[in-house]
């Protein structure tokens, strides 16, 4: 099934990606393999017939989130002090404890991998913008307009966060 | 005071209107200015395939005349080094010797003879001190160069030479040319 | 998959890629012989008749120039910078659509890449990716001046990047699509959006003068301030990059801007034509609507002093977005209206 | 399709209004923020006035869903009956003429268009209680008039005298009322719990079809929500034991006493009512506390105002003893009596409440009556108005007070003649005070000096159209429901007019008296009121028996005048206790169990935090990986769990 | 090439697996990384991964509702985002540093 090794394949580079987010050293290389690990995810969306979401994940998380994140660390312009590394002891524990947390997961959802032979096939709609904007406008209206105020609530603190304090210099 | 050209512009800084605070019609102004200009006839020429008709009082470039026999016009009286405004005239006088009569008009020459071109002004004041009409200033371009002592022209540069004759009637007339 | 259907799309989008650069590349040419006629003069006219081949010098130019890279800048980013910004400018092109369906060798070719149902989506979403470009660019040149540009860039791309995708609902909302197709179908003939959404299409016409970084809002290279703004540091084919991504998303932008406010390929009365004579029709109305606003964009730019960088803020954030909003409200009340969803009350 | 727009224009007119006033009204000329204010309510009332004309049976708007979760809904609907349309017109048309007042009584005032503004969302939150099809809608407009009130009363906050007097007397409104919303939020949380709507035609559907199908009425729930109902109106219409606040609000300025604290606000206790009927009725327990309620508060009410000597504290407790009445008519069953008499006592108390305003503009602010007198031949307009006014409320032959208070009398004849008798008592001391406070103020010699008596002129046209509208309205509004010994054809209009079409007024039967009982209660009652007339005459004004100071009031005077001394009553019962009560708690438990126990609690905390603060690093990933840890520990806990052990 | 792309039933597993390893990832890239920007970097991949699994679940009931739950996570991060960048931000104005050894004042 070629379909299946192109998942393979995009899965792969998704997490090839992801670990060169953590481990390359400089924070700006971060970023840009984060917005290339968003695009695999992105790209897995796609394989799973959820095109808005892709989408959505692309302009919210690549197109907004990471350049704001980009934006950021261009204002502090971070690159001369080098940021100093972890002592190997505890590298070390951190990854004993991320693998045993993998182990422990992977444990955990064995039996809902097994059950995925008996995969039930899904009506065309339900990753579309008609499917989910039914389903948003009508089930989930509250939740959606509640959204609306955690933006604006998020709005007032980041620019009452981010802006100087000038009455007491005056 | 009443101004004599009238096209003075009073400044205000009165609020703006509601219109004005559009600056649409002011940017559709400013696009039909635009517009008109690029169906405008170009100002524009190809230089070096066209040049410029210059306007008879043009003042280029010197040259030192001859006359009607290939001699030198000028005596080195200096009048023109004592009339220009920016001292930019230098000379140094000589005697004609036997057998230069070919080659200068009178008894007195100038041996040496520089204009600092970065000095000169093109006023054309020496061309109206001499009294030999010797010096005229023509629609010629001063060149441009690397250094600056190449500015300073002499007679090589200066005096019009024989077989190419500048010819300078086009010239203005200044009311004290009688040569023509 | 069919192998025909392959072949198409792959004759597609080299014929499109390579009309975009091609456009692109005159597009300079016009521009500096617009500048010049607007300004009463003559333009490049050296090489070839008029000037013609001038493009292909400047090009030949770019690529026998030194490709220096300074010594402090990050060197991956610093080339990769450019190739996003070409990438993104270039790969809007897939969803646009060229013109009616065309019939040759006994198949029906849509004059289209790609037809996907969430076209705008697709849009915005590589319109919040062609940031990255700039900012990658100006940031790893190790240079104030670039990371200003880039950092200005990106403020203003985010900033205008609201008010165009406000504006873009309001089309949607009167199309009822996402689909760039949908869209120019609903304008069959004469049925143009610009004559309901005057509004919108100026402020859209605002936003993606923005998003193109064009005059007057070109503040992140601004040349008396900046230097060159992202690409102060750039040199020979990586420059030459940069400025082509310009041109293209120029003439993307229009293209976009003809679909969404003046039908795309419809032209009036083309209910008389059929066929191939239609799709070439089509076609030839398409490209003369996105060469009017491509003229328009030089047009302005050539006329429009520069704004402020508090200015192009303000107008942004304090007139546009409300105008935008103000807008949709408007369509969205008068929609409701119409598709009566007051009945009941009256 | 008509009636809906109009019945829309009508509820977003005078927030339009408020909207633009209180929005542009600072910038705008004064003359046209007045004029859109009273233009909008005018509009209203038009818009009232053609939906009386075409309306004949009920009709629902339903504008758009607040919250909607499967089935259960709470909806922003309306509802067009007699009883709202006719609570309408009353809104709508006193708002209209008190509006007009107000531009002449408040025209001096900085602060009009904000006035205006109050006013204008006044009678937009009146409309939302009378015109609401469901007791959510209702909420939101009690709570709205409740907030208009409180500005109100407190427009005149920044007073450099009476400033804080004013914002005191507006909280304490405001608080009282608030004990009386949450009686009715209980209400409608029992409503909801019982009968699943709020909808007054879901809820009475609901009872029809229990009663039909024969099964048990939940009686205990009605009860409960009909007394939460009433506790809720005993707040609104200041009953006991909430009535203190209204005389209070006589601190705002007198057009809002006679729109908010006269004519409208104040009777939407008895508008829920009437409109809860159909619970009431099977609750005779709640009927007969309303019933006594209603007579006690009358009776209070009236004795306190027989001494009371500022004029608008008068006219207010005058009020409450109306209320009072109409309660008792409620507490009958006599639901459109009730009503009949709300409709004539908002003519003739707003007519009493502008012309006491007028009479106050006119003396330079004074209030107090004892300072007045003669003022009849001065102020000739504002004269004959109040002298009509107090006739009607007095129950003069042919005025419509005689009318609506006949009724109610009426009623409780047939109720108990002992009943009869105590209200003839109230209504007795209705006439009395009525009469007492004309005869000070407007007849006899002027005591408030001369340099006051200089300054007194007739007010301008806008406020006397009002007076004069009003007073016409008070003669002949008692056509509007005549009893059956005149014009046999047209009698009882009013009642049958509400019964007809109000949902849930069906069932309840209006009662007449046969006509030669009703003829010899109204001669009764017309010789009562007469000889009360001519007694105040001699009294007051012959005899010139002047308000006396306080230090010369005898014992039941001073009682009357010190208001029961029902304030400081409340005090010692509810406040002191609490205090003392808080203060015993503060001594005894909080310093010593509480305290000690709290530091004993922290000290022992302390110890263990710093045994263990050492783990507190501070750093960020240390205590990550620590709950990392402990999550991969529970996770794999579970899992072995079940994998091993099969749980 | 015409498969359905419902039929990749079989590597669903996959993608969960997937959307652990990015967890686990993102959750080993908290504990080492010492850059608050980059460790709120680590907690959007976590996000992430979590967004691929509900789309993995609704794929895998064929209902909508998970990825409603992803549009609420989407809209939930870009807000934390926002807030988590302007601390930082005050963060580093007063510590000129945003290395996250330095901010132990939790301790105290």
């Known amino acids: 099934m070629s379909l299946q090794i192109i998942s393979i394949i995009l899965g792969s580079l998704t997490i090839a990606s992801a670990l060169m987010v953590v481990l390359s050293k400089h924070p700006i290389r971060s970023v840009i393999f984060l917005v290339v690990t968003f695009f695999f995810i992105s790209s897995l969306y796609i394989l799973m017939n959820a095109q808005f979401l892709a989408i959505v994940n692309i302009i919210v998380y690549a197109g907004a989130i990471m350049v704001l994140f980009l934006f950021v660390l261009m204002l502090l312009n971070l690159n001369k002090s080098a940021e100093p590394e972890s002592s190997i002891l505890v590298k070390f524990s951190s990854l004993i404890a991320a693998g045993g947390l993998f182990l422990v997961l992977i444990a955990a959802l064995k039996d809902s991998i097994l059950l995925s032979k008996t995969y039930i096939p899904n009506n065309e709609a339900i990753g579309t913008v008609e499917g989910l904007g039914n389903l948003l406008f009508s089930k989930y209206v509250v939740p959606f307009e509640v959204s609306s105020i955690l933006f604006i609530a998020a709005m007032v603190g980041a620019v009452l966060l981010a802006k100087r304090e000038k009455q007491i210099i005056d | ?180 | 998959m069919d192998t025909g259907l392959l072949i198409e799309k792959s004759v597609l989008v080299l014929i499109i890629f390579t009309i975009s650069l091609g456009i692109a590349a005159y597009q300079t040419y016009f521009e500096r012989k617009l500048a010049a006629w607007i300004q009463d003069r003559v333009g490049p006219d050296r090489a070839g008749p008029f000037g013609i081949l001038q493009p292909i010098a400047d090009g030949v130019k770019m690529f026998l120039k030194e490709d220096f890279i300074p010594k402090d800048a990050d060197k991956w980013l610093f080339i990769i910078g450019p190739g996003i910004a070409m990438f993104t400018s270039l790969i809007t092109s897939a969803i646009i659509p060229w013109g009616t369906d065309l019939e040759l060798f006994g198949r029906t070719i849509t004059l289209q890449v790609a037809d996907f149902d969430i076209g705008i989506l697709y849009l915005f979403a590589v319109l919040s990716i062609s940031v990255y470009g700039i900012m990658i660019g100006g940031w790893a040149s190790n240079n104030k001046y670039s990371l200003y540009g880039a950092i200005r860039a990106s403020s203003q791309m985010i900033s205008y990047e609201l008010a165009m995708g406000i504006s873009a609902i309001t089309i949607i909302m009167l199309s009822g699509s996402l689909s760039l197709t949908d869209i120019v179908n609903k304008q069959h003939g004469m049925n143009w959006n610009i004559f309901y959404q005057p509004i919108c299409f100026v402020v859209f016409f605002i936003c993606s003068m923005a998003e193109t970084n064009r005059a007057p809002f070109d503040l992140p290279e601004c040349e008396n301030e900046l230097i060159g703004g992202y690409h102060t540091e750039y040199s020979s084919m990586k420059l030459g990059l940069y400025l082509f991504s310009e041109y293209t998303a120029m003439f993307i932008s229009s293209a976009i801007i003809a679909i969404l406010f003046l039908g795309g390929y419809n032209f009036p009365g083309m209910d008389n034509f059929s066929g191939n004579t239609l799709a070439i029709l089509s076609i030839v109305a398409f490209f003369s609507k996105i060469f009017l606003f491509i003229f328009i964009f030089m047009w302005i730019r050539w006329t429009i002093p520069r704004f402020r960088f508090d200015q192009l803020m303000h107008l942004g954030w304090k007139v546009l977005i409300p105008i935008a909003m103000v807008n949709l409200l408007i369509t969205g009340i008068v929609i409701a209206i119409k598709e009566g969803w007051f009945n009941e009350l009256m | 399709m008509g009636q809906n727009i109009l019945l829309l224009t009508l509820i977003a007119l005078p927030l339009l209004g408020f909207i633009i006033t209180g929005i542009f009204g600072k910038k705008l000329p004064k003359l046209v923020t007045v004029s859109i204010a009273t233009v909008a309510v005018f509009s209203s009332f038009v818009c009232a006035l053609m939906l009386f004309n075409m309306n004949n049976k009920v009709q629902y708007v339903h504008l758009f869903n607040v919250v909607h979760f499967e089935d259960f809904k709470l909806s922003a609907n309306f509802q067009i009956d007699s009883l709202s349309i006719w609570m309408t017109l009353i809104i709508t048309g006193v708002g209209t003429l008190i509006h007009l007042f107000s531009i002449g009584y408040m025209s001096h005032d900085k602060g009009i268009f904000k006035f205006f503004a109050y006013l204008n969302l006044f009678i937009f939150s009146m409309l939302l209680l009378v015109l609401g099809s469901n007791y959510f809608v209702l909420f939101f407009g009690w709570e709205g008039v409740g907030i208009c009130s409180y500005l109100l009363i407190g427009f005149h906050y920044s007073d450099e005298e009476k400033g804080i007097e004013n914002s005191i007397a507006a909280r304490k409104a405001f608080i009282m009322n608030r004990i009386g919303d949450v009686g009715l939020l209980f209400a409608l949380f029992m409503l909801l719990n019982t009968f699943g709507t709020l909808e007054y035609a879901g809820i009475a559907a609901k009872i029809n079809e229990l009663k039909l199908s024969g099964m048990a009425l939940p009686l205990v729930a009605i009860s409960a929500i009909t007394i939460c109902l009433f506790v809720a109106a005993t707040g609104k219409s200041a009953q006991i034991p909430l009535f203190t606040w209204l005389p209070d609000a006589m601190a705002g300025p007198t057009p809002v006493s006679a729109l908010i604290h006269a004519a409208t606000m104040v009777t939407a206790g008895i508008y829920l009512v009437v409109r809860s009927n159909f619970l009431f009725e099977l609750a005779p327990f709640t009927k007969d506390i309303i019933l006594y309620i209603g007579l006690a508060t009358s009776l209070i009410a009236a004795f306190i105002a027989m001494r009371q000597s500022d004029i608008k504290k008068v006219l207010a407790y005058s009020t409450v003893s109306q209320l009072g009445l109409m309660f008792v008519a409620l507490g009958m069953g006599a639901y459109t009596v009730a009503l009949f008499h709300v409709t004539t006592h908002a003519f003739f108390k707003a007519l009493l409440f502008l012309g006491s305003g007028s009479v106050i503009h006119a003396m330079s602010d004074e209030q107090d009556i004892r300072k007045m007198g003669g003022l009849a031949k001065k102020i000739p307009i504002t004269h004959l108005t109040f002298l009509i006014g107090t006739l009607a409320i007095s129950g003069f032959p042919l005025l419509s007070g005689f009318y609506s208070k006949d009724e109610i009398l009426a009623h409780a004849l047939m109720e108990s003649p002992v009943l009869y008798g105590v209200l003839m008592i109230a209504v007795t001391l209705t006439a009395i005070y009525m009469f007492r406070l004309y005869f000070l103020v407007f007849q006899g010699k002027f005591r408030g000096g001369n340099e006051l008596e200089s300054h007194i002129h007739e007010s301008g046209p806008t406020m006397t159209i009002p007076l004069m509208v009003l007073a016409v309205l008070s003669v002949f509004g008692g056509l509007l429901n005549l009893p059956g010994i005149f014009f046999h054809d047209y009698t009882h209009w009013f009642s049958h007019y509400l019964e007809s079409t109000t949902a849930g007024l069906n069932e309840i039967e209006t009662h007449h008296l046969e006509s030669s009982k009703s003829l010899i209660l109204m001669v009764a009652a017309s010789t009562l009121a007469i000889g009360i007339m001519i007694w105040a005459y001699i009294n007051y004004a012959k005899n010139g028996k002047l308000a006396k100071e306080d230090s010369d009031l005898n014992a039941w005077e001073k009682l009357s005048n010190k208001k029961l001394y029902i304030d400081e009553i409340y005090n010692f019962l509810f406040v002191k206790p609490l205090e003392w009560i808080s203060k015993l708690i503060y001594t005894y438990f909080d310093v010593l169990v509480l305290k000690n126990g709290v530091f004993a609690t922290a000290s022992l905390i302390g110890k263990a935090g710093s045994i263990t603060r050492k783990w507190q690093s501070g750093f960020l990933s240390s205590y990550l990986f620590w709950m990392l840890l402990s999550i991969v520990g529970l996770i794999a806990y579970y899992v072995i769990k079940i994998q091993f052990w099969n749980y | 090439m015409t498969t359905d792309l419902n039929n990749i039933g079989t590597s669903l597993d996959f993608f969960v697996v997937v959307s652990i390893a990015l967890f686990v990832i993102g959750a080993f890239g908290v504990l080492t990384r010492k850059n608050m920007i980059v460790l709120l970097m680590c907690i959007e991949l976590m996000l992430n991964s979590v967004n691929l699994l509900l789309v993995t679940f609704s794929k895998y009931h064929g209902a909508a509702d998970p990825q409603v739950f992803v549009f609420f996570i989407v809209v939930v991060a870009a807000a934390e985002a926002t807030v988590g960048l302007s601390i930082l931000i005050m963060a580093y104005r007063n510590r000129k540093s945003i290395d996250i050894e330095l901010f132990n004042k939790l301790k105290d």
């Open chain 2, 1 to 180: 005071m009443e101004s004599l050209t009238n096209r003075k512009k009073v400044v205000s800084d009165k609020p703006m209107t509601f219109m004005e605070e559009l600056y649409l019609p002011a940017i559709f102004h400013g696009m039909k200015v635009t517009f008109k200009h690029m169906l405008q006839k170009r100002k524009t020429i190809k230089y070096p395939e066209e040049t410029r008709v210059f306007a008879p009082v043009y003042r280029g470039m010197h040259v030192l005349k001859r006359d009607e026999k290939g001699r030198e016009n000028c005596t080195a009286c200096g009048l023109c080094a004592v009339a220009c405004p920016a001292e930019a005239i230098t000379m140094i006088a000589g005697e004609r010797k036997k057998g230069e009569e070919n080659l200068y008009r009178e008894e007195k020459y100038a041996e040496m003879y520089e204009i600092n071109m970065l000095r000169c002004i093109f006023c054309g004041l020496c061309e109206e001190a001499c009294p030999k009409e010797a010096i005229f200033l023509t629609d010629r371009i001063v060149p441009t160069e690397f250094d600056r002592e190449n500015f300073i022209y002499g007679k090589d540069k200066l005096v019009e030479s024989i077989e190419f004759p500048i010819d300078i009637t086009k010239r203005q007339d200044t009311g004290k040319r009688t040569e023509k």
